[in-house]
């Protein structure tokens, strides 16, 4: 079986481009995604410099083209389980053989778990947004909303009226302090109170949020704090130390608390964009790289002093 120097765990952002320096570094890669990226819904990315509006399908279609042009391996499919194995790791895959890595880079991002009400699910990413970074200029000087009942609504709202004057809060299902109620007045935020029931949506547009006394605020979009998961089973069955929140513990190139495996992206950064998750993938792989050679060394050394032990 062929052993590579790195396999890469996820085809985002991160995962590319550590695959693209790697390779690029003369190192012998597999990258294995899913598919499923974590900004497939959204028809655009911003604030990704020279890139800024481009659909996020076509960065990771030319990132592709770039990591296959110097050689390195790409596969679809989802990497069920990492092991110990003889040089390194052995990478199972669901429908398809094993593969065995000296190193292991995981950049499988996170998921986002949003409110349980009709039309958010379906409006995610178009006009039910997250983030005022990546999607609050399309939407500036609009009325829009805040929903609560997530952690850090409250604050997101207040983030969120840099870019609009009108802006009305939902608490949903939270009560808010006395201090949350004074800080959202003070910046001019409208509360309504209510449980929101589901987003009203016509002509394939969000239009407004009603609520359960049959009340419909008229809204053009709606943000939302997800909570965010990050998809770091495969760390942790390795036994990768996680903080109290559940993410995995890594240093600032990624380097988690097992020796061999490294972390890039949403993964490991819930704060990490599109172009942040490509540096961190990018540091990832030149400390990877650095570890390798220190193993090559080694080895070299050891080859060479052979004799003089016989």
Do not use: K
Not at 19 to 33: G, H, K, M, Y
Not at 106 to 114: A, F, N, P, S, Y
Not at 137 to 147: C, H, Q, S
Not at 234 to 255: I, K
């Amino acid at each position: 079986m062929h052993t590579y120097d790195v396999v890469v765990i996820g085809g985002g952002a991160a995962g590319l481009s550590a695959a693209l320096v790697l390779s690029r570094a003369r190192r012998t890669v597999a990258v294995v995604d899913a598919g499923h990226p974590r900004n497939a819904p959204a028809a655009h990315m911003h604030g990704f410099l020279s890139r800024d509006g481009l659909p996020p399908n076509e960065l990771l279609a030319a990132g592709r083209a770039e990591v296959a042009a110097y050689g390195a391996d790409l596969f679809a499919g989802i990497v069920t389980d990492i092991y110990r194995a003889d040089p390194g790791f052995r990478v199972e895959r669901a429908d398809a053989e094993p593969l065995t890595a000296r190193r292991v880079l995981v950049t499988t991002g996170l998921r986002d778990e949003i409110p349980d009400i009709p039309g958010v699910r379906e409006r995610w990413g178009r006009d039910l947004l997250h983030c005022p970074y990546c999607h609050g200029y399309e939407v500036r000087d609009e009325p829009l909303g805040v929903l609560g009942g997530t952690p850090n609504a409250v604050e997101h709202a207040l983030l969120i009226r840099q870019w609009s004057d009108d802006v009305v809060y939902f608490p949903h299902t939270d009560i808010l302090t006395d201090d949350e109620t004074g800080r959202l007045a003070a910046r001019g935020i409208n509360v309504v109170p209510g449980t929101v029931v589901r987003l009203v949506v016509t002509d394939d547009r969000l239009h407004g949020v009603e609520l359960d006394s049959g009340q419909v605020v008229p809204r053009t979009a709606v943000f939302v704090r997800p909570r965010m998961v990050p998809n770091s089973d495969l760390m942790t069955a390795l036994g990768a130390d996680t903080d109290h929140n559940g993410w995995v513990n890594a240093d600032t190139v990624g380097r988690t608390t097992v020796p061999g495996v490294y972390v890039a992206g949403n993964a490991v950064n819930p704060r990490a964009q599109v172009i942040t998750a490509a540096g961190e993938g990018s540091a990832a792989a030149m400390a990877i790289n650095a570890d390798l050679v220190d193993e090559d060394v080694a080895e070299a050394v050891q080859v060479t002093r052979a004799p003089e032990n016989q």
